[in-house]
Nanobody, 123 residues
Framework: QVQLVESGGGLVQAGGSLKLSCEPSGVIFSTTAMAWFRQAPGKGREFVAAMSGSGISSLYSDSVKDRFFIVRDYIKKLVYLQMNTLLPEDTAVYYC????????????????WGQGTQVTVSP
């Protein structure tokens, strides 16, 4: 059974940083593409960042590029989202996702989802 558990959300002022963690279980970490999505109030789920199972490939949405970084720790088997220079528009519930492929799939092709962690950025 696959489970994804996110942590690290909270309240931060604009311009600040926050680091989210995702702990997957029930997957082979090195062959599972992982991603972060977010959903702001009243909006649909939005792709944020993804990394292939090997860590060779990564992908970012334009809205977070050069501010957010997805990182994989192969010893701890954790996936992080380092978020810098946060903006009020980054406020959302952030979800960790996993795919049954090593390569980064299309944004609608993720198979497993976490419960989400709230990130609130105050002006």
């Amino acid at each position: 059974q696959v489970q994804l558990v996110e942590s690290g959300g909270g309240l931060v002022q604009a311009g600040g940083s926050l680091k989210l963690s995702c702990e997957p279980s029930g997957v082979i970490f090195s062959t599972t593409a992982m991603a972060w999505f977010r959903q702001a109030p009243g909006k649909g789920r939005e792709f944020v960042a993804a990394m292939s199972g090997s860590g060779i490939s990564s992908l970012y949405s334009d809205s977070v590029k050069d501010r957010f970084f997805i990182v994989r720790d192969y010893i701890k088997k954790l996936v992080y989202l380092q978020m810098n220079t946060l903006l009020p528009e980054d406020t959302a519930v952030y979800y960790c996702a996993a795919a049954r492929t090593e390569v980064i799939p299309g944004t609608s092709d993720y198979d497993y989802w976490g419960q989400g962690t709230q990130v609130t950025v105050s002006p």
